[in-house]
């Protein structure tokens, strides 16, 4: 069964102070590995697709990468409006989405 | 990206009764879309996989006949609730491949449900 493991729970962070958010994974014949933004009360938002291990796609200060066992998403210089839950997900037969990681940026 | 919209946002009725959720491809065609449901503090998970012209595909422990998918069209799936019950209140939210064998799902803005 395909599983999605994302840590932390949940991370704090000042602006300005980069991290990165982790997904291990383990999938039977991946398809695909998404990364999404999700804020209170409304639908996922996409953020990047990765399909095989060495793959790495940047937007504004996200960053994701891939391996065979995992995925991080580097946040680098975080404002306040990146505060949201972060979801992984990894698609074989279908999308299996991850837990979250809730992340605070502080002014 | 794609855009997906769904009505209503948010919804209350009493228990017992049924409810339409509207599932709407805005600028493109989705011969494939996708139910989900999310409870309070929990991820997503996915409930059904609606075909375009064809029956509903239900994830293991989903009652079909408690939630019907209709894809009538390209551009729309539907989702009702039949008989609703308080354990029923949840985040509903429904997504879409932009195109033919493209992985990346682009998901609607969803629908709370309260039954009461």
């Known amino acids: 069964e395909d599983q999605v493991t994302q840590s932390p729970e949940a991370l704090r962070l000042q602006e300005g102070e980069s991290s990165s958010l982790n997904c291990s994974y383990t999938?039977?014949?991946?398809?695909?590995l998404f990364w999404y933004r999700q804020d209170p009360g409304k639908g996922p938002e996409f953020l990047f697709t990765?399909?095989?291990a060495g793959e790495e796609k940047e937007k504004e200060r996200l960053k994701a990468t891939l391996t065979k066992k995992e995925s991080f998403l580097h946040i680098t210089a975080p404002k306040p409006e990146d505060s949201a839950t972060y979801l992984c997900?990894?698609?074989?037969?279908?999308?299996?989405f991850g837990a979250g990681t809730i992340l605070r940026v502080k002014s | 990206g794609a855009v997906v919209s769904q009505h209503p946002s948010w919804v209350i009725c009493k228990s017992g009764t049924s409810v339409k959720i509207e599932c709407r491809s805005l600028?493109?065609?989705?011969?494939?879309m996708f139910w989900y449901r999310q409870f309070p503090k929990q991820s997503l998970m996915l409930m059904a996989t609606?075909?375009?012209?064809?029956?509903?595909?239900?994830e293991q422990g989903v009652e079909k006949d408690k939630f019907l998918i209709n894809h009538a069209s390209l551009t729309l799936s539907t989702l009702t609730v039949t008989s609703a019950h308080p354990e029923d209140s949840s985040f509903y939210i429904c997504?879409?491949?932009?195109?033919?064998?493209?992985?990346?799902?682009?998901f609607g803005p969803g629908t709370r449900l309260l039954v009461l």
């Open positions: 609606s075909n375009e012209g064809s029956k509903a595909t239900y």
């Open positions: 600028d493109f065609q989705a011969t494939t």
């Open positions: 999938v039977s014949g991946l398809r695909g």
């Open positions: 997900a990894v698609h074989g037969n279908k999308l299996v």
């Open positions: 990765l399909y095989s």
């Open positions: 997504s879409a491949h932009e195109a033919s064998g493209q992985e990346t799902q682009y």
